[in-house]
């Protein structure tokens, strides 16, 4: 007689342990065969969100004066609101790639999802991730905003250090909350902290997964920058899906799926040029 498994249940720390936990290779060959066929969406999406990024970007750097104090003050904090925006945008680009690994509808419009979904949730998190980034961007940018004589050579050492520093404080911010949208998106009734406490006790025993996962798109980025940047358009929904399946594989997801929606009579994706299907 072969012995029956406990019940799990999902308010247990130990349910997460009965479940596989699939590395890298096994990750992104799921996410390669849940884009299969389905790129234009997410292409098209991804090159929404750039605009929505790039327009007011460019409108705060030919308006704005930095030549103050105050002028530099100001088109700072600009500048975070609109990086505070788009990161609502791309929570709404992580419901499109979940509804892609979960075989759902998906469409374009599902950028604007979060915006519809409590957005003071996502605004709340990535703003206390802001915070954290400026915080260590401060002692890269100040020298460089009080210092006006600084030689060229100086201001790119400086420049390099605090990329640098923000591309590794940015990777370590995302093994420790990097789950957060998700459960936001998932959960519509959990709040900011409560998601970032989740996605701190869903990473325990996961961040070495993840960052090798994330290190593992690195060739990949190499040749995407050969390319003028045009194999982003391929590579950013490729980590994306992989994130998403991450993801449904931390928290069981992919091993005891979802029921699936009901389909509508009158649903918008159906038959849609945008949706891909």
Not at 150 to 179: C, E, H, K, P, Q
Not at 223 to 245: E, I, K, N, Q
Request: glycine share 6%; proline share 5%.
């Amino acid at each position: 007689n072969v012995p029956e498994l406990p019940a799990i249940s999902l308010n247990t720390k130990e349910w997460r342990f009965y479940f596989m936990k699939r590395n890298s290779a096994a990750i992104k060959l799921i996410a390669r065969e849940n884009l299969s066929g389905r790129y234009g969406t997410p292409m098209a999406a991804l090159l929404l969100m750039f605009l929505c990024s790039l327009l007011p970007s460019m409108l705060i750097t030919s308006t704005m004066s930095t030549a103050t104090v105050l002028g530099i003050v100001t088109t700072q904090l600009l500048n975070y609101m609109v990086s505070l925006l788009v990161a609502v945008v791309g929570a709404g680009y992580a419901k499109l790639m979940l509804n892609i690994s979960r075989g759902e509808a998906f469409a374009v419009k599902d950028l604007f999802f979060a915006f519809s979904h409590h957005p003071d949730r996502f605004i709340v998190v990535h703003l206390i991730l802001l915070v954290i980034q400026f915080i260590f961007a401060l002692p890269f940018d100040l020298p460089g905003y009080m210092n006006k004589d600084m030689s060229d050579n100086a201001f790119l050492l400086l420049m390099l250090f605090g990329s640098l520093t923000n591309l590794a404080v940015n990777m370590i911010l995302g093994l420790f909350f990097g789950l957060a949208d998700y459960l936001l998106l998932d959960n519509t009734d959990m709040s900011a902290m409560e998601a970032m406490r989740e996605s701190l006790r869903l990473m325990k025993g996961n961040k070495g997964r993840l960052l090798y996962m994330d290190l593992s798109f690195i060739p990949l980025m190499l040749l995407s920058l050969l390319s003028c940047y045009v194999g982003f358009l391929w590579l950013t929904p490729y980590m994306r899906a992989a994130g998403a399946v991450f993801y449904m594989d931390v928290t069981g997801e992919l091993d005891a799926p979802r029921p699936k929606p009901a389909p509508q009579e009158n649903d918008s994706y159906n038959h849609s040029y945008w949706t891909g299907q």
